[in-house]
């Protein structure tokens, strides 16, 4: 009769766990791109035709319905149009609900203060660091007061240098502002006034594996070098694409999947709601 070997099912089990392990080691980690949500104090605000707090809500639901679930929101800038501090308290209440960490980056309509005092940690002010598993997750603050387009001061890009020469793991910079014109002329009259720079940085720092941005409201990916520019839809109403002057679209609203591998790739997607019961207003020549 054979003997039984104790260390047998030990050996095999620590073996499957290794297995296991090695392979979670490998699954990506996933990140939301949520941009340009425009919310109101009011439940019922609407802006150009659109309720914005329930065009966000059914995008946020899209977003969250997918597998696996996200391990962090980033949501990058025009977060409330009307400057209330309900629209910054609403958000905070949602974003809490969900229950994943999440970056709020601050655009052109939004106040700063109000950020700070009710988004607490999630507005992390004009540079920041962030770590997502096996990756640095920058975020930059390219406002600038009483303006809609946007600009890094030289304090910024300095502090970005640092962090970029200390951290050599791999990095997205997410900012509210598009540092490279996309193709419409109204718009990038009013990008990053000195994002050649934030290029230039890009240039230098192979770990840069993309930058992400909103305020452009559609989906655009080019590549400068080595690093991919991404922009996302509004959760809203979305810009035309290539058009000369201000153009609204009828294509829904949606938001960017990223995908974050271990060993430095990503891969990424454009999501949209299939259809919106709403639609924007088109007669107007801005907002």
Known sequence: MPQHNPFRSVRQSRSRQIHAMAGESMMPLRLLQLTDPHLFGDPGGQLLGITTRRSFESVLTLALSGNPPPDALLLTGDLVHDETPAGY??????????????????????????????????????????????????????????????????????????????????????????????????????????????????????????VLFGHIHQDFSARHRDCLLLGAPSTCFQFTPGSPDFAIDEIPPGYRELRLYPDGRLETQVVRLEQYAEMPLHLVGGY
């Open 89 to 210: 308290r609403y958000l905070r209440e949602r974003l809490r609900r969900i229950g994943v960490p999440h970056y709020c980056i601050g655009g052109n309509h939004d106040i700063p203060a109000l950020m700070t005092e009710h988004l607490d940690s999630a507005a992390p002010g004009s540079v920041a660091l962030r770590r997502l598993g096996r990756w640095n997750l920058i975020l930059l603050d390219s406002s600038t007061p009483d303006s809609d387009g946007g600009y890094l001061t030289q304090t910024q890009l300095v502090r970005l240098a640092e962090l970029l020469a200390d951290e050599q793991a791999p990095a997205l910079i997410a900012l509210h502002h598009h540092p490279a014109a996309i193709g419409s002329t109204w718009i990038d009259r009013i990008g990053v006034a000195n994002g050649a720079e934030l290029l230039t940085l890009c240039e230098r720092h192979a770990q840069i594996k993309a």
